[in-house]
Nanobody, 117 residues
Framework: QVQLVESGGGLVQPGGSLRLSCAAS????????MGWYRQAPGKERELVAS???????NYEDSAKGRFTISRDNAKKTVYLQMNSLKPEDTAVYYC???????????WGQGTQVTVSS
């Protein structure tokens, strides 16, 4: 059974940085698109960034220039480097990975990111 395990969340002051990681286990098959969503209290889940199997990345407007998504296919891991964090970045961040051979999307359990002084 495929599981995605996230790490790297926490409390950081405005202007600080965090690096989220999401590692997959239980699958020998390659993944296609990987990415990160976030959900703040009272708001809908929104896509923050994604990266496809060719390395092409896409960002939500507020993340452009501050966040960088990357992946390590050998480790089946996706990362989200977040710099210049703002209070409005506070949310639960969820990673996802899509199977390259089926239509299945796998999700992480979520990691809390809190930006506050």
């Amino acid at each position: 059974q495929v599981q995605l395990v996230e790490s790297g969340g926490g409390l950081v002051q405005p202007g600080g940085s965090l690096r989220l990681s999401c590692a997959a286990s239980g699958s020998r098959l390659p993944f296609g698109t990987m990415g990160w969503y976030r959900q703040a209290p009272g708001k809908e889940r929104e896509l923050v960034a994604s990266i496809n199997s060719g390395g092409y990345s896409n960002y939500e407007d507020s993340a452009k220039g501050r966040f960088t998504i990357s992946r390590d296919n050998a480790k089946k891991t996706v990362y989200l480097q977040m710099n210049s964090l703002k209070p409005e970045d506070t949310a639960v961040y969820y990673c996802y990975m899509r199977s390259l051979t089926t239509t299945t999307t796998y999700w992480g359990q979520g990691t809390q990111v809190t930006v506050s002084s």
